[in-house]
């Protein structure tokens, strides 16, 4: 009876989205390497409309992180019963922030975030927005050292308070979107649960649709990222000054032009 029980409690703890477990570089400082590569900056705005396909972008201008700052995201998320539509904000020490759609869900969206990785947390929201999957919706991360909001075409859905490591993002994050099947037969009960049901592959394909994105670093005139021990806090990390890749990608110039030109 008793291990009934437990089995029946451990199944509703796991009904939620897993928190990622692979630092974007492979090198999480927390886990006392203290040579992890610096993280290449945004350092500037890329504001970026698509016409056709995901394959017209270059995939240059992705490989960076921002320390703070916003990103928009206009999208029409996949329709499907377990087909998630993620935009994920993700750093090397797992701090995670996201807007999941669950593409079974007519009524309502979800966000979380995650400190340090720590599978322990439970911090999934539902604000209502109805028909997610019909129409093209705004989502927007707006994020400084003293809070943290998500923004669903223009209201504010919620906002969390900046705190210490662990319990709040602050360290320099990839931006990632797409979609992925939580509802997949291979995957734990619990993720199943919570992404809806299992996806039925015969009802595809699965197709989230991306209008534009706008993505904001906090700082501008900074090449990189570095950890400068394995803390994990926000005080820990320095800013490199200089134009980043990205930067120079984004407008188009090399360093010698840019130069040339001021
Ligand atoms: C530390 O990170 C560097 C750079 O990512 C990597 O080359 C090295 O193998 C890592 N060392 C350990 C012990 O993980
Ligand atoms: C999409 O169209 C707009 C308006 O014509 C243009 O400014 C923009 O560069 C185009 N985007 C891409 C990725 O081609
Ligand atoms: C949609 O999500 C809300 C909030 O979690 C939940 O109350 C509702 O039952 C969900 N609807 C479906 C069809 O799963
Ligand atoms: C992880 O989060 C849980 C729930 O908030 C908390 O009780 C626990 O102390 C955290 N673990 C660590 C290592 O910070
Ligand atoms: C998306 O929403 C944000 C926050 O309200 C707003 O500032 C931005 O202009 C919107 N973007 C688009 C493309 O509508
Ligand atoms: C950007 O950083 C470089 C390198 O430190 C510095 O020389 C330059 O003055 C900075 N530019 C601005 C606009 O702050």
């Known amino acids: 009876m008793s291990s009934l029980t437990t089995a029946l409690l451990l199944g509703l703890l796991a009904l939620r989205a897993a928190a990622q477990t692979q630092p974007p570089s492979g090198c999480d400082p927390t886990w006392g390497n203290t040579t992890c590569l610096d993280n ?32 928009e995201i206009v999208m029409q998320a996949a ?9 994920i904000l993700l750093s090397d ?32 929201e539902y604000p209502l927005l109805a028909g997610a999957m019909d129409t093209f919706h705004n989502y927007t991360i707006d994020w400084n050292q003293d809070r943290l909001q998500w923004i669903a075409d223009g209201q504010m859905v919620r906002e969390l308070k ?25 995957l734990p009960q619990g993720t199943r649960d919570w ?3 299992d996806t039925d592959y015969s009802k595809g394909p699965f197709t989230m649709k991306v209008k534009s994105v706008k993505i904001t670093d906090a700082a501008s005139n900074v090449t ?39």
Request: net charge negative.
């Open 162 to 186: 900046g705190a210490g490591k662990g319990l709040y993002p602050q360290t320099p994050s990839v931006i990632r979107f797409g979609i992925w099947a939580a509802g997949d037969p291979s």
């Open 40 to 71: 290449p900056a945004l350092g500037t705005t890329l504001d970026y409309s698509f016409n056709n396909t995901l394959s017209e972008m270059d995939p240059q201008y992705f490989n960076f992180y921002i320390l703070e700052g916003r990103a």
């Open 93 to 124: 020490t797992l701090d995670e922030i996201d807007w999941e759609i669950l593409g079974g869900n007519e009524t309502h969206v979800s966000n979380n975030w995650y400190g340090l990785g720590n599978t322990s947390q439970h911090n999934g």
């Open 224 to 262: 990189s990222y570095t950890y400068q021990d394995t803390s994990g806090e926000y005080k820990s990390v320095k800013a490199n000054p200089g134009d980043s890749k990205a930067f120079l990608a984004i407008h188009k110039l090399t360093s010698a032009q840019k130069a040339a030109a001021s």
């Open 79 to 87: 329709k499907g019963v377990g087909i998630i539509s993620t935009i």
């Open 195 to 197: 992404a809806g049901g």
